[in-house]
């Protein structure tokens, strides 16, 4: 009997695959989106627009492409985390919210300020757990989207500074939002990878700003993204638990002219997609984001 190993299941290689691009309020209205809304209130106002994508895979790639070019970039060979061993470190294995910001959080930001030139200052301000169980409060989100805008991405400077002071002066630099992106599958991922777009590659006519309405009365802004033939889509099949991605949300060099502020874009699409290759007995994939603010040079 053949035995399948688990190379043999993970998918690998460029793909056709469908991927979930904004369209419009049908009414001309803001575009909006309910976090976690009671019975009753519609989660959105918006649709998506479905089509064929050809995302190519950066397996062998991965140092090809950088922040300041395409808003991601590729960490790889990282040790594992404190988090992942219970018995030796008293971490949670990525199941407690406490745990996660004891252990891993200090871990993110030194990843952040090692692999950022310049960078000087991170503050963490929120992680986000998916799994593809039915029972997870968050699953993969197969919709095209940017994390932040520059509107958000300002407030949440003033929301996380340690006094309005502080936060005037950090808004005077050079401010950043990342999304580190990590995957904890105990093997390669099978299923449900993350896809994203260059930022060189999209413009910003495509991108829409959405407004995001939680229930304690917060409301910040995502970005829906419109599709456009000059966008380049990429994934990195089999990601393991020693890599990470860099997810640049928003960059507040991005589009200045000055010397030295070389930023392509600053803000990257992305978005989970199921790859049709995968196996229907594929493993579930498991994952957690952490976003951070990140000052400097």
């Not at 469908?18 to 809304?37: C, E, H, K, M």
């Not at 999209?202 to 409301?219: A, F, L, M």
């Not at 600053?266 to 951070?292: K, N």
Request: glycine content about 8%.
């Amino acid at each position: 009997m053949a035995i399948t190993t688990s190379e043999d299941r993970v998918p690998r290689g460029d793909v056709v695959a469908p991927l979930n691009f904004y369209a419009p309020p049908s009414d001309g209205s803001t575009p909006l989106q309910n976090i976690d809304p009671p019975p009753g209130v519609p989660e959105r106002n918006f649709s998506y627009e479905t089509l064929p994508i050809t995302i190519h895979d950066i397996r062998g790639l991965e140092s090809s492409f950088t922040l300041d070019n395409d808003a991601f970039q590729i960490l790889q060979g990282l040790p594992p985390s404190a988090e992942e061993d219970p018995a030796k470190n008293g971490g949670s294995n990525f199941t407690s919210d406490a745990s996660i910001s004891q252990l891993y959080y200090p871990e993110v930001t030194r990843l952040l300020l090692d692999n950022i030139p310049g960078s000087n200052k991170a503050i963490i301000f929120d992680h986000t757990i998916r799994r593809t169980t039915p029972s997870a409060p968050r699953g993969p989100v197969q919709r095209v989207h940017i994390d932040q805008t520059a509107f958000s991405a300002a407030q949440r400077v003033r929301r996380h500074a340690s006094s309005p002071e502080e936060a005037e002066r950090l808004l005077q630099g050079r401010y950043r939002i990342v999304n580190v992106w990590r995957p904890l599958n105990k093997g390669p991922v099978e299923s449900f990878p993350l896809a994203f777009a260059s930022s060189q590659t999209v413009n910003d006519k495509e991108i829409v700003p959405v407004e995001h309405r939680y229930n304690n009365g917060y409301t910040g802004q995502t970005a829906g993204v419109r599709h456009d033939e000059g966008q380049k889509w990429y994934f990195l099949s089999g990601m393991t638990g020693d890599e990470r991605i860099l997810l640049e949300c928003f960059d507040s060099w991005a589009g200045k002219e000055e010397e030295g502020k070389k930023v392509k874009g600053g803000r990257v699409p992305h978005t989970a997609f199921e790859d049709p290759r995968q196996r229907a007995d594929a493993e579930g994939r498991e994952s957690i984001e952490v976003r951070a603010l990140v000052f400097g040079p």
